[in-house]
């Protein structure tokens, strides 16, 4: 059965039905899913989420399972359930999901698909594979596996800051307060910006310093940040994701140095529109320097190097100014690299 194929979608789920049993466990499959609940971290917009009791993410057959109502709640939807056809149905403005306990047909904004794993009943709650969360425009999620957590993100919410890399894609966003475990205050650090970034909320693009390439003659896919923690390193990525995903350059390079140009500090939202009122009122370079320095407030090694990749190497030079202005000179990094420098000088809207 093919995603596309459009004869009946009751058709199809009957089809699903016939081949998918319902989820029966033995007692010590049972005890490994309970104890699981206690290992598995959520955080939603990088904030650690405690979920109601008894309805803990849980692993199932090696798969880590979401309990979907209080997740999609979280996210903004209203979900409906339909005992007699043990479906049950989340909706927010044109985004909608339906799907059928034990089943694996799937029903996402109006297209049929084929789940990998079929949703399940424990504890009397509806359960879900984590990356059935991700098939919807408003958000992503990805596991870190260093700290068994999941992160959830909400496109249709703001969310900006430096995250802590780990080897292989783990990351953790750098919060106040919070231990991490990807920094330590003792190690050198080196913290990268991106700059313009179209199509980034639409691609839901994370933190990371992966370079995959491939031609007739390569085939590259290298996480560069394993190096650098390999040689004793913090690495960490600014994110300005939302606020730099514009179709024109100068209007994601404007937002670097002011808060009043023809952009204003509006983010893209996931469907595309931006919003203009909940916004911060600092231009991105002040935002950077905020985080940059709530990061690096516990540091002891000043061996630090930034990096700045097309605009970022503005993001990154505004940043060390006012470091520099306002005597905080121990922060300021031993290297700054531009990598691809890029400015407009106004020829791009000719």
């Known amino acids: 059965m093919q995603p596309s194929n459009k004869k009946s979608t009751k058709t199809a789920l009957q089809q699903e039905s016939k081949v998918v049993a319902p989820q029966e466990f033995d007692a010590v499959t049972l005890k490994n899913i309970a104890n699981s609940e206690k290992a598995i971290l959520i955080r939603i917009n990088d904030i650690l989420t405690a979920l109601p009791s008894g309805q803990g993410a849980i692993i199932v057959n090696n798969r880590t399972m979401l309990p979907m109502n209080f997740i999609f709640t979280q ?30 047909f799937a029903i996402v904004n109006g297209e049929g698909m084929t789940l990998e794993v079929a949703p399940m009943i424990y504890n009397n709650y509806t359960y879900i594979p984590v990356y059935v969360v ?26 900006y ?33 991106f700059g313009w970034q179209p199509g980034g909320v639409s691609s839901k693009g994370r933190p990371d310093m992966r370079w995959v390439y491939s031609n007739d003659q390569n085939n590259i896919d290298v996480w560069t940040q394993n190096k650098w923690i390999d040689d004793g390193y913090n690495v960490g990525v600014f994110m300005w994701t939302q606020f730099a995903d514009e179709s024109y350059p100068w209007d994601a390079e404007a937002k670097i140095w002011s808060v009043n140009s023809s952009s204003k500090n509006r983010w893209k939202k996931s469907d595309g529109n931006y919003e203009y009122t909940n916004v911060p009122n600092k231009r991105i370079g002040e935002l950077f320097y905020d985080t940059y320095t709530k ?3 516990n540091q002891t090694n000043f061996t630090i190097r930034l990096v700045g990749y097309s605009f970022g190497h503005q993001v990154v030079a505004y940043g060390v100014k ?6 905080l000179s121990h922060l300021v990094p031993k290297r700054i690299a531009y990598l691809d420098p890029a400015w407009t000088d106004g020829s791009f809207q000719q």
Request: charged content about 15%; aromatic content about 12%; glycine content about 10%.
């Open 322 to 327: 006012k470091l520099t202005e306002r005597g």
């Open 75 to 104: 996210l903004g939807f209203t979900v409906t359930w339909y005992g007699t056809e043990r479906k049950v149905v989340a909706t927010k403005g044109n985004q909608s999901i339906t799907l059928w306990i034990d089943g694996r």
């Open 161 to 193: 800051g430096i995250y802590w890399l780990g080897k292989n894609g783990d990351y953790q966003k750098a919060i106040s307060g919070e231990s991490n475990p990807f920094y330590s205050p003792s190690k050198p650090t080196v913290i990268l910006s």
């Open 134 to 159: 991700g098939l919807i425009s408003v958000s992503s999620v990805q596991w870190v596996n260093q700290t068994t957590t999941v992160n959830i993100y909400n496109w249709d919410k703001l969310h």
């Open 295 to 297: 990061a690096m407030q």
